[in-house]
């Protein structure tokens, strides 16, 4: 569903992302593992063509994703979930939801109330006041308002309770389950390798593991990977 084809990304001349080849199926959950700077984020970003530069291709449903141009590329299904908080913070919860369901008709105001209760109690709160990790959840909200059928997110669980972290891991799971395809970026390996069936790990911009998470979570060497 998702394919990229020899991925190079240079930042003033210094490799980022090295000759990244991959393939994502439909209905796959797939964790990218790697050390700071090891080019997840950017990984991340070639996938809805917000990395200007970037050469080899990546393609969406056997279509090419299209290069700067994001927001068609969300609205073909791809859902990005940017590294940090990005909530509106001066807007209330059900407006900051309002607002990334507006291209998406019909809405799935329902379904994200379904996953997430706490943001159909705390509807009408200031998203800035809302703590750190029931922003991560509304962001994570926010990018199912799209009804995306990849989602991709960037470090979900940075900031969060350990509590929260499983919350957060079992929805993805339901999310996964219920039909969509997940890209997780993760620091939290042992939580991510839990909930992803396949693990790529990046190291200074290459891919220098891509297999089983059981496969990987039983090397002995593990933590010299990251
Ligand atoms: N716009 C940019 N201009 C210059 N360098 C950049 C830019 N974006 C990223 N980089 C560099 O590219 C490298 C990879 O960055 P990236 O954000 O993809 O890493 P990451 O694996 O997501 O790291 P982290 O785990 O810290 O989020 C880093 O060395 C970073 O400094
Ligand atoms: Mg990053």
Redesign the pocket.
């Known amino acids: 569903m998702l394919t990229y084809s020899n991925v190079n990304v240079n930042?003033?001349g210094?490799p980022?992302l090295r000759d990244i080849s991959f393939k994502v199926e439909e209905g796959e959950c797939v964790a990218i593992l790697?050390?700071?700077?090891?080019?997840?984020?950017?990984?991340l970003k070639c996938s809805v063509g917000d990395v200007e530069g970037a050469t080899g291709a990546v393609s969406y449903r056997g279509e090419p994703v299209v290069r700067g141009a994001v927001f068609m590329n969300s609205r073909r299904g791809i859902g990005l979930v940017p590294?940090g908080h990005n909530v509106f913070r001066q807007l209330t919860v059900r407006q900051n939801l309002g607002v990334a369901g507006l291209n998406s008709p019909g809405g799935a105001l329902d379904d994200v109330y379904r996953l997430f209760p706490v943001l159909e109690q705390r509807g009408s709160q200031i998203a800035g006041s809302l703590s750190g990790g029931q922003q991560q959840i509304l962001a994570l909200g926010m990018s199912l308002m799209t009804k995306p059928s990849i989602l991709l997110l960037?470090?979900p669980s940075t900031g969060l309770a350990p509590v929260i972290v499983n919350d957060v891991m079992d929805s993805l799971r339901q999310i996964n389950n219920s039909g969509t395809t997940v890209v997780i970026?993760e620091?939290n390996i042992p939580a991510t390798l839990k909930l992803a069936s396949r693990a790529i790990v990046?190291k200074a911009?290459r891919t220098v593991f891509d297999g089983a998470s059981r496969e990987l979570a039983r090397k002995e060497d593990l933590w010299t990977w990251f």
Not at 34 to 43: C, P, R, Y
Request: glycine letters at 24%; aromatic letters at 4%; a negative charge.
């Open positions: 930042y003033g210094l980022v790697g050390h700071n700077g090891a080019g997840k984020t950017t990984l590294q960037d470090e970026v620091q990046l911009g």
